[in-house]
């Protein structure tokens, strides 16, 4: 081993160089990328790839009839140039087109075996991005990326690299997708739970009448089914509309839909705050409840039983309930198949991600009487908690999985774990 002199790479083995990205790869943009726009892509159909970095459907905006590169089965390297996924990397291979705000990188010499340098790039990319600050949007220029400096074994040992990752992380992944998907039976699980609880009870097999909400079904004979304007101790209050301007410990937290976590808390990564005055007429008190009215989180409930000052952001809705409900039972309903329901059949009927106050103040919303909420929610509090501690031990797993892969690939391309492979064409790896 041989000191690289890139003190984040640290050794290497000795017959490896460093080397600039510039002397072996170009990159660029796709010609007319501007105009290959989703609604470009809706208009038209055919059987080539716009590739825009999406998440959804695997990066692709859309099938068009023509295309710009071919990259056959060799393939190339792609990245988005700017927004959250700026930086990452991955290899498209085929015919296909780019759209704005994305880059191919391809080998300019034969030496430079793809797959070794997807895995080179995650690493390099990975590196840079964690020194922008949080605060930035990163973003990815081709002047940066000739720049950076790699790591050139011979091109046999980026193959032996390659297969061996490959080979790796496919059951790696295979993991984490398994570990992913026990997850999301145990939230159906936990919400079928709730549902179960908040309209039928929990006191087992009991007379049921109809409650004259199709959506909701039978409710136990006791029980009534009412608009949420008659839980409430005051109107519904739609959020500040307030730019966050930094976070300050001595003035009330600024909370936005986008600082509620999956599993119902403030995040601690993204706090914010509002100068005391501006906050005054938006300040939360325990109990109460937000609801997202706007987009993709359009339903999404928050309970406010911080130990903090804090106030509330315009696209949330804060409702405050009066004596006929527990606010904690109201939020368990909030996260019950019932409301997920209800929450769709309005958004279809508006036809846009959006549930207004008038739309929320007539949410039909099951009521014990108030000696049985509380032991629903006496009951959901210890199930919920229970199968939220199976979620966060898989979770952690999951983050650990992801750590090793990292250290695993680090290791590999930078020659500090040892591969061999004997008969290469048949892929055998020790």
């Known amino acids: 081993m041989k000191d690289s002199g890139v003190e984040w790479i640290g050794k290497i083995p000795e017959a490896w160089e460093v080397r600039k990205v510039a002397q072996f790869w170009k990159a660029s943009k796709g010609p007319n990328a501007a105009l290959l726009t989703a609604e470009y892509c809706g208009e038209h159909s055919g059987q080539y790839p716009v590739y825009s970095g999406q998440t959804e459907n695997n990066g692709v905006m859309g099938m068009i009839n023509s295309y710009i590169f071919d990259f056959g089965t060799t393939g190339c390297l792609f990245s988005t140039t700017v927004g959250a996924k700026a930086m990452s990397v991955s290899c498209l291979y085929g015919k296909f087109s780019l759209s704005q705000n994305c880059m191919i990188m391809q080998p300019i010499t034969g030496n430079c075996y793809v797959r070794y340098f997807f895995y080179l790039f995650t690493f390099i990319f990975g590196y840079y991005r964690s020194l922008i600050p949080d605060n930035m949007q990163p973003s990815f220029r081709i002047k940066d990326f000739y720049a950076y400096s790699m790591l050139m074994p011979s091109e046999i040992e980026q193959k032996e690299i390659a297969v061996y990752l490959d080979t790796k992380c496919v059951k790696i992944d295979k993991v984490v997708e398994q570990t992913r998907a026990t997850i999301e039976e145990y939230k159906k699980l936990k919400q079928a739970i709730i549902t179960e609880a908040v309209t039928k009870g929990v006191r087992g097999a009991r007379p049921m009448k109809p409650s004259g909400v199709e959506w909701i079904g ?198 500090k774990r040892e591969i061999k492979i004997h008969n290469y064409s048949q892929g055998v790896i020790c």
């Open 218 to 415: 039978d409710i136990p004979e006791e029980w009534e089914a009412c608009k949420l304007k008659y839980l409430l101790a005051e109107k519904l209050t739609y959020g500040a509309n307030e730019t966050a301007d930094g976070y300050n410990p001595s003035h009330p937290r600024y909370i936005r839909i986008t600082d509620i976590a999956e599993n119902g808390k403030l995040k601690d990564d993204s706090a914010q705050s509002l100068l005391p005055e501006i906050a005054e007429p938006y300040l939360l008190k325990k109990g109460d409840i937000l609801l997202a009215r706007s987009g993709a989180t359009a339903g999404k409930s928050f309970l406010f039983n911080e130990g903090i000052e804090a106030c509330f952001a315009g696209y949330l809705i804060r409702a405050r309930v009066n004596n006929k409900i527990i606010s904690k039972f109201l939020y368990y309903y909030t996260k019950s198949k019932t409301y997920t329901n209800w929450c769709q059949i309005i958004q279809i009927q508006s036809t846009i991600q959006n549930i207004s106050g008038d739309k929320y103040i007539n949410l039909m919303v099951t009521v014990p009487s108030e000696d049985e909420q509380q032991e629903i929610v006496s009951f959901l509090d210890t199930k919920c908690a229970e199968i939220d501690r199976i979620i966060e031990k898989k979770e952690q797993l999951i983050e650990e999985i992801g750590s090793y892969k990292k250290s695993l690939i680090y290791e590999c391309v930078t020659g």
